[in-house]
């Protein structure tokens, strides 16, 4: 059933949206259209075409398929694309490196195996709240200060600069945002339901 776009959840998303741009302000100079092309673009696709992906499952299989079957469809309908990728920057490119590959496996084990079976089983606990599904799908922006991290930590990355801090915080902001917007409306919910069995 279609419900209302919650206002609040689109305000607070903006402003994590925002705090992302700021992040990567400090690489405008140096982004070329080859690069914007092939870096960003994708990006920009894929943090649509996730959740998109996984509301379109929640819709057409909820209740019929768990989290990890969800998981599953998913990877294996994008699989030919990958493929696809993979067979291209063998090409282009040869084969990656063992520091490479290690990199990836640690990205597709953190990343693309917990990180998205955790927010697959959260998007399904509250498909039916548009407002509780915003504030859960508004957590992947914290990818974004993980993958600062990561970088400072374990590949000895450059310490953000102010321009990035301040992005950061309005990632945090938002998401902190998106936590209370989403408390508010439990009660109302509640009183609701509550109603309705009267």
Do not use: C
Request: without cysteine; charged residues 15%; positive net charge.
């Amino acid at each position: 059933m279609r419900q209302k776009i919650p206002l609040a959840a689109l305000m607070t998303s903006f402003i994590i949206l925002l705090g992302a741009g700021i992040i990567q302000l400090q690489h405008a100079e140096s982004l070329s259209a080859k690069m914007l092309l092939f870096s960003v673009l994708p990006v920009v696709i894929a943090a649509f075409a996730y959740p998109l992906g996984n509301r379109k499952m929640l819709v057409k299989y909820g209740g019929k398929l768990d989290t990890f079957q969800r998981v599953l469809g998913m990877t294996l309908a994008s699989l030919p694309f990958w493929l696809l990728l993979a067979a291209y920057g063998w090409w282009s490119d040869g084969l990656p490196s063992m520091g490479q590959t290690v990199q990836s496996f640690i990205v597709a084990v953190s990343s693309g195996i917990v990180a998205t079976v955790l927010f697959f089983w959260a998007t399904d606990m509250v498909r039916d709240h548009p407002q509780k599904l915003a504030a859960v799908e508004a957590t992947q922006s914290g990818e974004v200060i993980f993958a600062l991290l990561g970088e400072m930590i374990l590949l000895s990355g450059v310490f953000p600069s102010l321009l990035s801090f301040s992005g950061l915080l309005f990632i945090i902001t938002g998401m902190i945002l998106h936590t209370f917007a989403s408390r508010q409306r439990i009660p109302k919910a509640a009183a609701k339901e509550k109603a309705k069995s009267i």
